[in-house]
């Protein structure tokens, strides 16, 4: 799908309207993704940005949308989530139908706390890049942080909204997990190449 093409089918939708350049950078992140790629996004915004990312993805790659902006927290799920876009769940599932991408896009409705304690199995290197675009408070981004454990070596963690909250938290985060990060790009989406210093090969600090 070119650019212009999912232009015109997401500028409609709540949450990716009049926001070219969050829409190109995610098309742009998906062209990046090897074959068979496994994408996660903790947020929400309608599978707009889920769209985005599963744009231009080939082979059995799909893209699992955590869309936890309508489901309120239960007691003891973590803090409340604030600033979350109010769309019913079938107008989401209706976007990818819109975008041809319903085969491409696992919506999960939940939260990332959820969707870990669902997932206890998940390996540590089941995805090639996590998008967190959940709530924006310290507290929920520090939650949201903890999926990165399952990020491929060499994979991406791509961040929007590098507010001083997601800042803080998403450094912090960082600075107490192995093996290292390393900023790869900083321009409309903070991203970070999750990197292994402790040797050159695949995914490690040489590599190209």
């Not at 604030?82 to 939940?110: C, F, W």
């Not at 949201?144 to 060499?154: A, N, Q, R, S, T």
């Not at 192995?178 to 600090?205: C, E, L, S, T």
Request: negative net charge; proline residues 6%; contains cysteine.
């Amino acid at each position: 799908m070119t650019r212009e093409e999912l232009w015109n089918i997401v500028n409609r939708w709540k949450g990716t309207e009049n926001r070219p350049d969050h829409v190109w950078s995610l098309w742009q992140w998906s062209g990046l993704m090897p074959e068979n790629a496994q994408i996660v996004e903790v947020g929400g915004c309608a599978l707009g940005s889920a769209v985005c990312l599963a744009s231009q993805l080939r082979g059995n790659s799909r893209v699992i949308s955590i869309e936890q902006a309508w489901l309120p927290q239960p007691p003891g799920e973590g803090p409340t989530a604030s600033d979350v876009y109010e769309v019913p769940l079938s107008e989401a599932r209706q976007h990818a139908i819109d975008a041809k991408m319903q085969d491409r896009i696992l919506l999960y409705p939940g939260t990332s706390i959820s969707f870990l304690r669902a997932n206890q199995h998940l390996p540590e290197n089941a995805f090639d890049l996590v998008y967190i675009d959940g709530a924006h408070t310290y507290d929920w981004v520090w939650e949201d942080c903890k999926i990165l454990k399952h990020l491929k070596i060499g994979g991406i963690a791509l961040f929007d909204d590098w507010i001083p909250d997601v800042t803080r938290a998403a450094l912090d985060y960082f600075k107490s997990t192995a093996p290292g990060w390393m900023q790869v790009h900083n321009q409309f989406h903070r991203a970070f190449q999750k990197v292994d210093f402790r040797y050159p090969g695949p995914g490690g600090i040489l590599s190209s």
